[in-house]
Each structure stands twice: as C-alpha cells, then as structure tokens.
C-alpha cells in the first residue's frame, strides 16, 4: 500500500500534536513542513526526521503531496485551503473552516467541485468524555431532556492576540466552537437559537456570551461562555438530564453518570490517559486517514463543516440584533 504524502502548512503547537500522532502511523509519510517563518519550519521538520522544510504551500505542492493539514492562525485558513482543493489535494484544516460566510462558502464551493477530500479538525467530538456521552445517548441510555454547557477561557488578554478578531475570528471561533460544534453532534440538528452577549474586559465586540438553543428532538440547551473567569475547575463542563437521568464531564478528565433514580452514580477518570488520545486528536487522524486509505467519509466533512460555520454566525448575528433566529430554516435555505 502506497502511503499517504503530507505536508504541514504552519508550524505552531497544533502542527507538533498532529505531527507526533501521524508519525506514529506507518500509512503516513511526512514528507514537508511549511511556515512563514522558515526557522519555525525547521523546527518542527527536525522533530519528524527526514520532512522537507518551506516558506509557502507551493514549496509543499512541489513536494507531490497528496494531502495537506493546515494549521495556521484562524482567519488564515480560506486561501490555503482552496488552493488545495483546487489543486486535488486532501486537506484537513483545523477549526474554523472559515471566519465569515463568504469564507465558508468558498470553502463549499471548492470542496464540491474538488477530487481532494476536506475535513476539518474538530477533536472535542472524539475526547473520552464526550465520546462516552455520545455513547450513552445512542444507545438509548440517556434521552436527552434538557442540557447546559459551558466553557470559560480564563484570561483572554492573555495572551493579547486571543482578543485580537483579525487574527481569531472573534471569541466563539477561537474558544467556544467545539462546544457550539458538540451541541448538533449529541443532540441533533437545531431549530432555534438566540444569543445575548457582551463585551466585558477587553475591546472584542463580544467577550461574554449566554445563548438558548431549541432542538428539533425538543432537547433544550443553554450554552454560557466567558472569556474572563479565571480558570477554575472545571472550567469546562457538559450536564445533559433524561428522565431520572443525568451525565455530567469535568473538563477532558471524568464523567459521572447515573441512568435511573436508584442507580448508582457511575464515574469514569480518564487523567492517566495520554493527552492527545484522551482530547480526541489520535482519533480525528485515524479517522481522516482511514477515509483516505478506505474511501470512506471522513470524520468532519463538508457538509458538517459548513452547517457549523452557519451557525457561528447566527449566534453572532443574534448577539447584535437580539431576535431569535429559526436556524433550521436558515440550514434548509443554505444546504437544502
């Protein structure tokens, strides 16, 4: 079996995570490494071993991959990406797919009319945590009634380019999207949303988010996320309550759950395991690398990517024109 020829474009610490996981798969070769800072490249091919260093994807392209992750800042990821998909190369892009709709739909665009398969990275789907709530909920276990979420960053102003949007997208783009991301992943496609939020400490539009989703299950979920609460554990949590049921993650470390009213509280610790397994990132590249060799679909595909890109922006939307918005309708009009 041929293996799959990829190439790193951005040297930053989510390129080392990916890098150490793929070079552990022997249906991988790590062939180049580019970074507009070509030291920075260097760096990161000296950890791979025999990886060709650049400053640009063309050096990448000359180097006959077949797939590219990519994995610079986020509002830099539309060109690079389109490039590839233009070229027929694979690509899997950490998140976000874009920061505005247009970006989105370029993406689309490109992805629909490509021979290269697009996924993008999003490896809070595949933590030991929300994976066992996912677990409990298809199985029939837990029936989702209710559920609240939220995911606190502690410091935003630090450091300072995390409160820069031309760099992040804005707060929910760099912070909060895998919790927006596990709301349709657990609890299927959504029917209403709305979203107050405000700017607390910083000169964002928006640092400081509460928002109210309805389901098309009749779930209902609340979802609250600050970007200046310190970090206090756990600062990330999911609680989903069923009929004398109720689940419950602390961060990526446990999760307790009991599933009738004289049940015992079961509880599940996941802090011995490794970091990249226990986030969900050696599984997102199994799972992108099994569809290239399989062709299979991929973990987070197109259409996946490009309903979470929608509503990102309908929650923002939302925020600055405080109505409600029937995002199921919107879904139907942009997909169909």
């Not at 709530?133 to 559920?147: H, M, V």
């Not at 919790?179 to 349709?184: A, C, E, H, T, V």
């Not at 993650?249 to 509280?265: F, K, N």
Request: hydrophobic residues 40%.
């Amino acid at each position: 079996m041929d293996k799959q020829r990829i190439g790193i474009f951005g040297a930053g610490y989510i390129a080392s995570v990916h890098t150490d996981i793929l070079g552990q798969d022997d249906r991988v070769e790590l062939v180049g490494v580019a970074d507009m800072v070509e030291a920075n490249a260097a760096r990161l091919a000296a950890s791979i071993g025999n990886a060709r260093t650049g400053t640009t994807l063309d050096d990448l392209f000359r180097l006959d991959v077949d797939t590219v992750y990519i994995t610079t800042p986020n509002t830099t990821h539309v060109d690079p990406v389109v490039a590839c998909l233009n070229e027929g190369r694979n690509v899997f892009c950490e998140k976000p797919m874009a920061t505005d709709l247009d970006g989105g739909d370029h993406i689309r665009e490109a992805a629909q009319a490509s021979s290269g398969v697009y996924n993008l990275g999003m490896n809070r789907r595949y933590a030991w945590t929300h994976a066992k709530l996912k677990s409990l909920i298809d199985a029939g276990d837990l029936a989702p009634y209710s559920a609240q979420l939220k995911l606190n960053r502690g410091e935003l102003l630090r450091p300072a380019w995390t409160a820069d949007p031309t760099k992040t997208g804005g707060f929910l783009y760099e912070t909060t999207i895998h919790q927006i991301d596990l709301l349709q992943y657990l609890f299927g496609p959504i029917a209403t949303l709305r979203c107050a939020a405000r700017s607390a400490i910083s000169n964002a539009e928006f640092d400081d988010f509460s928002m109210l989703f309805t389901f098309e299950s009749g779930t209902v979920a609340t979802l609250s996320s600050s970007a200046h609460s310190g970090w206090s554990f756990p600062f990330e949590r999911i609680e989903i309550y069923g009929r004398y049921a109720t689940a419950m993650t602390e961060e990526l470390e446990r999760v307790r759950y009991a599933l009738d009213l004289d049940q015992t509280v079961h509880t599940e610790d996941y802090t011995h395991i490794a970091f990249a397994e226990k986030g969900g990132y050696a599984k997102e590249d199994r799972l992108f690398i099994d569809a290239l060799v399989d062709g299979g679909r991929p973990p987070v595909g197109i259409d996946d990517a490009y309903a979470l890109n929608l509503l990102l922006a309908a929650i923002y939307e939302s925020a600055r024109e405080n109505k409600e918005i029937d995002f199921a309708e919107r879904v139907r009009t942009a997909i169909g």
